[in-house]
């Protein structure tokens, strides 16, 4: 099984590894999936509340290549985008921008996943009425 | 900086390379002497029965049997195949009821699955978290209608060695067939089917640095005299049990390598044994939270399987598959999404599973080639340890069991 040149370049060059503080107010997390699946990420936002945008994105990834090169993407997409902005982006423009076959599809799933568990996490703690509910799979 | 160009196998137990003193007896086969072994009026055909014959006896008597016991395959999966359906339609008179084991290779397993759709009673064996099957629960499965017991000699994955001859005993005094799927076993320890009581046995070239695409199986001709039923219809060779034209360049490299294997088994054994000892302490010493999968007692000399916790199999593989050949028991390698059958029926939770790698390490390994294995590996498991955030959580004290993940 090949790789995409994409998927290799996130991979070996992995963007916004790391951790924000999650206990402030400004921080949402995101943890999804499982260890028992072969895949967990936990992606991290830090917003600026005045203008609702995402001024930093954190991950980490327990997971396959296209697991991490998922989130990677996903933490680059995020940065300087609106939470609408970010509420908007799709699992399937994961895929075709990483290539990935059928096989890790859930990949991209599992990062769009995680996208709307952060912002619902921030939304949350600062009391903002959910936008949109949680898809699920 | 220069690219790393170093290509370090250690992926024995998926296939050997051809030795190239196999290579060399193969050659004069292909064009000197093309001949059918089959051919009985002319020169051509007489040389390749020659070496078909030459080769036999190799192999016979590297597991020290009767030449005539040895059938040709294509592989060990069309042995596999033959033994276990042979043996239920030519037995099918006596029963139905076939016992094997859950972590059998899929070859064993698919086809039980298939026999059960055709009227076969199969019970499946658990395992211990050594590996290990549990004689009394053997015993205890044998009924009058139980015409094969079919255990493999050793496992593919974690290379744990079965309790071979208590089995043969156990078989012997029920009076049940006893097949071995023993692939991983011959040519590398010393495989004796006669005097550990089974009564059919697969195995195949290229795991033991032969050519691919040639297999054998034992048939015992004495005490009991087996007899398996023809899976292909044809010209009647190999004592009836496998028509086809006879692959003579690959039966005179399997012969070769059967030669070879007697000569250097121990030898090799015993090299790489130390090798894969270093292996496993260098990581022990290395890297925390690493577990070595299966009994490490009774298992094959080359080969170690060991999850990485908290570190996923396919993403740490892709942290040096330039430069090292091996493979993982996690799902991701596999188009199904589930993690190795064979570690799971261990007892290791899913997550474990997912984290492990299998070295397999063979004749052509050598002490730099695991010097370089012990630097890369480590240096790829501290690399995604880095971007787990449950190696973080972990570190950070969290019980990952008490977690509500997100199954999906």
């Known amino acids: 099984m090949a790789y995409s040149d994409k998927v290799l370049e996130h991979f070996q060059h992995p963007r916004n590894v790391g951790t924000l503080d999650k206990s402030k107010a400004t921080v949402g997390t995101g943890l999804v999936g499982a260890p028992e699946c072969g895949d967990v990420m936990r992606l991290q936002i830090e917003v600026d509340p005045s203008t609702s945008t995402i001024v930093d994105a954190k991950f980490k990834t327990f997971g396959c290549g296209s697991a991490i090169a998922s989130s990677s993407l996903a933490t680059e997409w995020l940065k300087g985008k609106t939470i609408d902005q970010a509420l908007s982006i799709d699992n399937m423009t994961i895929v075709e921008e990483l290539a990935l076959p059928p096989v890790k599809i859930h990949c991209s799933v599992l990062a769009e996943d995680a996208i709307r568990s952060a912002i619902a996490d921030y939304q949350q703690k600062n009391g903002i009425e959910v936008a949109v509910a949680e898809k699920t799979h | 900086m220069t690219k790393d160009t170093r290509r370090v196998y250690v992926d024995n137990n998926a296939t050997t390379p051809t030795d190239p003193r196999v290579v060399e007896a193969m ?16 020169p051509f055909g007489w040389e390749a029965e020659e070496g078909v014959d030459y080769a036999r006896e190799q192999i016979a008597s590297l597991i020290n049997v009767d030449p005539k016991e040895i059938i040709f395959t294509s592989g060990a999966t069309e042995s596999d195949n033959l033994a276990i359906k042979g043996v239920f339609e030519m037995y099918a008179s006596k029963g139905n009821h076939i016992i094997t084991v859950t972590t059998e290779h899929k070859a064993v397993l698919d086809t039980c699955k298939k026999l059960e759709k055709e009227g076969a009673e199969v019970t499946y064996l658990q395992v211990n978290a050594e590996g290990l099957i549990d004689l009394a629960e053997l015993e205890a499965a044998i009924k009058p209608s139980t015409i094969l ?260």
């Open chain 2, 27 to 42: 050659l004069p086969y292909f064009y000197q002497m093309p001949g059918n072994a089959a051919s009985r009026n002319h």
């Open chain 2, 149 to 408: 017991v079919s255990v493999m000699w050793a496992n593919n994955e974690t290379g744990v060695i079965q309790p071979m001859k208590e089995i043969g005993e156990i078989c012997a005094r029920k009076g049940v067939l006893f097949f071995s799927d023993a692939v991983q076993a011959v040519g590398k320890i010393p495989v004796n089917p006669k005097e550990t009581g089974v009564h059919l046995m697969a195995f195949t070239s290229h795991k033991m640095y032969g050519p691919k695409g040639v297999g054998a199986l034992y048939v015992s001709r004495k005490s009991p005299r087996v007899k398996v039923t023809a899976q292909m219809d044809g010209g009647g060779h190999e004592r009836g049990m496998r028509s086809g034209t006879l692959n003579v360049p690959g039966i005179v490299g399997f012969g070769k390598a059967a030669e070879i294997a007697k000569a250097e088994m121990h030898q090799d054994a015993e090299r790489l044994s130390k090798m894969r000892d270093r292996l496993e302490k260098a990581f022990q010493d290395n890297l925390e939270e690493i577990y070595v999968n299966g009994s490490r007692q009774s298992r094959m000399p080359h080969v170690t399987n060991i999850s990485f916790k908290h570190v996923e199999g396919e993403g740490l593989m892709m942290t040096f598959n330039q430069n090292i050949a091996l493979s993982s028991g996690s799902a991701c390698t596999s188009a199904s999404l589930e993690p190795s059958y064979v570690l799971v029926a261990l007892g290791l939770g899913d997550d474990l599973a997912h984290s492990s790698l299998r070295f397999s390490l063979g004749r052509f390994t050598s002490e730099e080639d695991i010097d370089y294995v012990i630097e890369k590996v480590s240096a790829g498991v501290n690399h995604m340890r880095d971007l787990s955030p449950i190696w973080e959580m972990y570190k950070e004290g969290i019980d990952l069991n008490s977690v509500q993940w997100s199954e999906h």
